[in-house]
T-cell receptor
Framework: AQSVTQLGSHVSVSEGALVLLRCNYSSSVPPYLFWYVQYPNQGLQLLLK????ATLVKGINGFEAEFKKSETSFHLTKPSAHMSDAAEYFC???????????WGAGTKLIIKP | EAGVAQSPRYKIIEKRQSVAFWCNPI?????LYWYQQILGQGPKLLIQ????????DSQLPKDRFSAERLKGVDSTLKIQPAKLEDSAVYLC??????????FGPGTRLTVL
């Protein structure tokens, strides 16, 4: 069965530091990969997605993610954290066969001043 | 472009009562989803519509949950009767390309 694992339910970084949120998936076929962000009391907003082509994907708010097939990973990074980045981040996978999104459990990003 | 609209934003009910949530998707989006998000977890798909037909409702607890999408636009999700474990955020989403849904703000349901 396909699954998505996000390492760390909480990640804490200092303002200005590198943000790295990890996502690994298991899939027998090439997946489509997504990162969504959820601010408190709001719905989920698409940050970025990988479908085909270039493996380094740039998203909104300065985030980017790299698809590494050999590592079955799609980690999310941002060079310099801002206080406004504090939110919960979800990684999701969509398989070509049924389009349904399979979600990770989420990682709460905490930004220290 | 207007986003996905949901109402109400918050609802508190007693167990065994009924409740209904409404969703208006982005104009032109044929696919509509209802998700349940329990605190600390990722969203769980309850039902997916393509226009006004059901594509997937395999995880919808059909003994108490029902959903409809009249005329392929607005949708309503109903719970009758509610249980304590139904306390969650109910998210509606819509998409154009079947792969990257746009989400509404959600309805936070508390069952006492």
């Amino acid at each position: 069965a396909q699954s998505v694992t996000q390492l760390g339910s909480h990640v804490s970084v200092s303002e200005g530091a590198l943000v790295l949120l990890r996502c690994n998936y298991s899939s027998s076929v090439p997946p489509y990969l997504f990162w969504y962000v959820q601010y408190p009391n709001q719905g989920l907003q698409l940050l970025l997605k990988y479908t085909t082509g270039a493996t380094l994907v740039k998203g909104i708010n300065g985030f980017e993610a790299e698809f590494k097939k050999s590592e079955t990973s799609f980690h999310l990074t941002k060079p310099s954290a801002h206080m406004s980045d504090a939110a919960e981040y979800f990684c999701a996978v969509s398989l070509d066969s049924n389009y349904q999104l399979i979600w990770g459990a989420g990682t709460k990003l905490i930004i220290k001043p | 472009e207007a986003g996905v609209a949901q109402s109400p934003r918050y609802k508190i009910i007693e167990k065994r009562q009924s409740v209904a949530f409404w969703c208006n998707p982005i104009s032109g989006h044929a696919t509509l989803y209802w998700y349940q998000q329990i605190l600390g977890q990722g969203p769980k798909l309850l039902i997916q519509f393509q226009n006004n037909g059901v594509v997937d409702d395999s995880q919808l607890p059909k003994d108490r949950f029902s959903a409809e999408r009249l005329k392929g636009v607005d949708s309503t999700l109903k719970i009758q009767p509610a249980k304590l474990e139904d306390s969650a955020v109910y998210l509606c989403a819509s998409s154009l390309d079947l792969r990257s849904p746009f989400f509404g703000p959600g309805t936070r349901l508390t069952v006492l």
